[in-house]
């Protein structure tokens, strides 16, 4: 759910409030996620059993080496040149020599799932993806009064964004956010 925070807002907020946000930022995409058939496991053992993709956590990986899983997480770079997957448990090294992408701009601190398999203690990724996406109508019949970015719109404002929605002109428009991203790094 999306929730209004308790403290008040500014451009540099403390470390408290970027980790409420990943995880905030985790949960929702996690949630989407679920919400996909190829995601989603079947509802009760009656139903008809279906192929699906199970997401696998980072600290179970260690008991299943060499297996083929999903894995969904933050891409973080802990240690310097060094890139990790993290969840809300655990982090995992990635191995990325190897890996397919999706198309996209893959950066540091950006939500990912990665197919592959753990080899001495490092998962050696064979896949990397985002997440599917969801349109905006379906993310509002799950989240009615979502504000995306704590924007306060006025009615007559969400008027005008329903008409522009219902019209098909913002069909093809998105909204980039990039963040901590270096460009005094020659490899950026």
């Given at each position: 759910t999306f929730e209004n925070v308790n403290y008040s807002l500014s451009l540099h907020q403390d470390a408290k409030a970027k980790?409420?946000?990943?995880?905030?930022?985790?949960?929702?995409?996690?949630?989407?996620?679920?919400?996909?058939?190829q995601f989603a496991p079947p509802e009760n053992r009656f139903e008809k059993k279906?192929?699906?993709?199970?997401?696998?956590?980072?600290?179970?990986?260690?008991?299943?080496?060499?297996?083929?899983?999903?894995?969904?997480?933050?891409?973080?770079?802990?240690?310097?040149?060094?890139?990790?997957?993290?969840?809300?448990?655990?982090?995992i090294a990635l191995d990325l020599s190897e890996a397919k992408t999706d198309t996209g701009l893959f950066t540091e601190n950006c939500f990912v799932l990665a197919e592959?398999?753990?080899?001495?203690?490092?998962?050696?990724?064979?896949?990397?993806?985002f997440p599917p996406a969801e349109t905006r109508k379906q993310s509002l019949l799950m989240y009615p009064s979502m504000k995306s970015f704590g924007l306060k719109l006025k009615s007559t404002d969400r008027v005008r964004l329903d008409n522009l929605v219902a019209d098909g002109d913002l069909e093809n428009h998105m909204a980039i956010v990039l963040s901590d991203l270096w460009l005094d790094k020659p490899d950026v």
């Amino acid at each position: 759910t999306f929730e209004n925070v308790n403290y008040s807002l500014s451009l540099h907020q403390d470390a408290k409030a970027k980790r409420d946000m990943l995880v905030h930022r985790f949960y929702t995409i996690h949630q989407r996620l679920l919400r996909q058939k190829q995601f989603a496991p079947p509802e009760n053992r009656f139903e008809k059993k279906r192929e699906y993709i199970e997401l696998t956590l980072t600290r179970s990986l260690l008991s299943e080496s060499g297996v083929q899983k999903v894995i969904f997480g933050l891409l973080s770079c802990i240690e310097e040149g060094k890139y990790f997957l993290e969840d809300l448990d655990s982090h995992i090294a990635l191995d990325l020599s190897e890996a397919k992408t999706d198309t996209g701009l893959f950066t540091e601190n950006c939500f990912v799932l990665a197919e592959g398999v753990l080899e001495d203690e490092v998962f050696k990724v064979s896949g990397l993806f985002f997440p599917p996406a969801e349109t905006r109508k379906q993310s509002l019949l799950m989240y009615p009064s979502m504000k995306s970015f704590g924007l306060k719109l006025k009615s007559t404002d969400r008027v005008r964004l329903d008409n522009l929605v219902a019209d098909g002109d913002l069909e093809n428009h998105m909204a980039i956010v990039l963040s901590d991203l270096w460009l005094d790094k020659p490899d950026v």
